[in-house]
């Protein structure tokens, strides 16, 4: 376990790697979601019930042969629901891995957010792909979070 789990901003939290995977969530973790193109959105990880989190770390892999950019956040309760970033976007370079450990992330804590603007905010962690501004598949993430007991 890390250093700011065990003792620094996040301590005595519960570290997860709970990832899950495709527009029903279904669970694949702990493990790698590769985005889809099937939907402008993929289901990195799924808010527990009556708990909050921050991600640690995102680690990446792109698979396809061309760069490609990622927006992390999560999503509003629209009827038409709307990524809501939460991360800086990220670029993907074909056949290099990235990623950001905690020290790198935002203090960014997820949560169901019934207050924001304007329907509320369902509080999972999300991903978009894409690729010359085209929603794009192929991208292999697997991220890390910190729940609060």
Known sequence: MSYLITQGRYAGLIAKSNNRSGAAGAAVGPGIVTTTAVVATDIIH???????????KIVWYQVTGVNMTLIFGTLSNAGVPAMVQMFPTLLALSGIPGGLGEEDLAGVEFMVNSQATPLGWDGSLWVESYAAGVIAAGVQISVEVAEKP
Do not use: N
């Open 46 to 56: 799924l808010i527990p019930v009556g708990r909050s989190f921050y991600v640690t």
